[in-house]
Every structure is written in structure tokens, then in C-alpha cells.
T-cell receptor
Framework: ETGVTQTPRHLVMGMTNKKSLKCEQH?????MYWYKQSAKKPLELMFV???????ENNSVPSRFSPECPNSSHLFLHLHTLQPEDSALYLC???????????????FGPGTRLTVL | GQNIDQPTEMTATEGAIVQINCTYQTSGFNGLFWYQQHAGEAPTFLSY??LDGLEEKGRFSSFLSRSKGYSYLLLKELQMKDSASYLC??????????WGAGTKLIIKP
């Protein structure tokens, strides 16, 4: 595997379900990110981890819970979601959190989430 | 607040040139990125500008004017495979990327 991988690619869940999204990066990067992408809206940054420590939580509802067990893996645990949470969830990584080309983010293919 | 503006959609002809504009207002500036995103796929990095001027990379060029809060992405010799959304993003003073909503580029034969 190369780059950034995400599983599952598609997920349909009810509002009472609990599920998890998984992201793995094979680039040796130190920073990892969760984004939400809704149609015709800007990418919304949800969480940032740098060297396994959470550094950003952009007012995300508690029904989304991130976990970063090591610098290569990132999870997003989902529970009691709402239909408006249906979106594409993208994981990304970068060499570091700074500016410059080192700050360039590499994205995974995303998980298309539908909440019924 | 922080804001990135870019056109929602543009149409161009195969073989032609198209310029996609991006204006921004952010808290600080640590560089501007352009990404390409094909439908159903991940965004992929195209270019990075932190100093004023033009950066050329093959058929794609990106320009930045920090004093005007303005950038553009120039695509030459358009090919059908260039049909995609183009995302402008600015890194603010907290090293957080602020994203535009993207410009959907449609290429016609």
C-alpha cells in the first residue's frame, strides 16, 4: 500500500448505530487530519493530530470521536449521527504542521457516509 | 472572519487556456495551495505559492499577489482529463488550511 488509505469507502448507517472510519498513511508523516466534505461547500477541518497529539478540534460535535494510536493510523468513531452528517469524510497527512511544501497535505480517497 | 472565494463553475474548450481565480481574506498568511479533485476521488496537490509571482509547472501555472489577496491557476493546452474541481486553500497564521468551495471545470471537445 502506498500513500493514504481509508476504509470503508462507503458506509450506510442508522442514527443509532456505532461505526468507525479508519485511515492509514504509509508516507512517514507526522501530522494527520480529518475533514468533512459536503457538496458545494469548502472542506471543513474537523481534527488535527501532530505526533499523535490532538492539536485542533474545530467545534466538532461529540458524536464524532477521533483516535490516533500512532503516527500512521487515525480513526474516527461515529455514534448517534444525524442525517446532516452525511458527507464525504477525508483523511489527510503531511510531513509536519508548518508552512512550505512540508505542509502539503496528501489525501486519502475518502469514506462516503450516508446516515439514514 | 476568514474567507476564500472562487467561481463555482467554469467551462472551457479542449486545447484552450483557462484561468481560475481565487481571492482570500485570512488571519495571517503562510502560503497558498491549489489542489485538483476529480469526481469521487481524493484532492491531489498541484502547486504552492508563498512569494509573489508566477510558479510554472508544465501545463499548469499559479500566480500570487499577497498585497491583493489574490491568486490564479492557469491551465494551458486543456485536455479532457483536466475536467475536475480545483480547490484553493490558504494556510493561516495558525498553520491551518482555509479552503475555498472549489471551482468545477468542465472541458468541452
Amino acid at each position: 500500500e502506498t500513500g493514504v488509505t481509508q476504509t470503508p469507502r462507503h458506509l450506510v448507517m442508522g442514527m443509532t448505530n456505532k461505526k468507525s472510519l479508519k485511515c492509514e498513511q504509509h508516507l512517514g508523516h507526522n501530522a494527520m487530519y480529518w475533514y468533512k466534505q459536503s457538496a458545494k461547500k469548502p472542506l471543513e477541518l474537523m481534527f488535527v493530530y501532530n505526533f499523535k497529539e490532538q492539536t485542533e478540534n474545530n467545534s466538532v460535535p461529540s458524536r464524532f470521536s477521533p483516535e490516533c494510536p500512532n503516527s500512521s493510523h487515525l480513526f474516527l468513531h461515529l455514534h448517534t449521527l444525524q442525517p446532516e452528517d452525511s458527507a464525504l469524510y477525508l483523511c489527510a497527512s503531511s510531513q509536519d504542521r508548518g508552512s512550505g511544501v512540508g505542509g502539503e497535505q496528501f489525501f486519502g480517497p475518502g469514506t462516503r457516509l450516508t446516515v439514514l | 472572519g476568514q474567507n476564500i472565494d472562487q467561481p463555482t463553475e467554469m467551462t472551457a474548450t479542449e486545447g484552450a487556456i483557462v484561468q481560475i481565480n481565487c481571492t482570500y481574506q485570512t488571519s495571517g498568511f503562510n502560503g497558498l495551495f491549489w489542489y485538483q479533485q476529480h469526481a469521487g476521488e481524493a484532492p491531489t496537490f498541484l502547486s504552492y505559492n508563498v512569494l509573489d509571482g508566477l510558479e510554472e509547472k508544465g501545463r499548469f501555472s499559479s500566480f500570487l499577489s499577497r498585497s491583493k489577496g489574490y491568486s490564479y491557476l492557469l491551465l494551458k493546452e486543456l485536455q479532457m482529463k483536466d475536467s475536475a474541481s480545483y480547490l484553493c486553500a490558504v494556510m493561516d497564521s495558525n498553520y491551518q488550511l482555509i479552503w475555498g468551495a472549489g471551482t468545477k471545470l468542465i472541458i468541452k471537445p
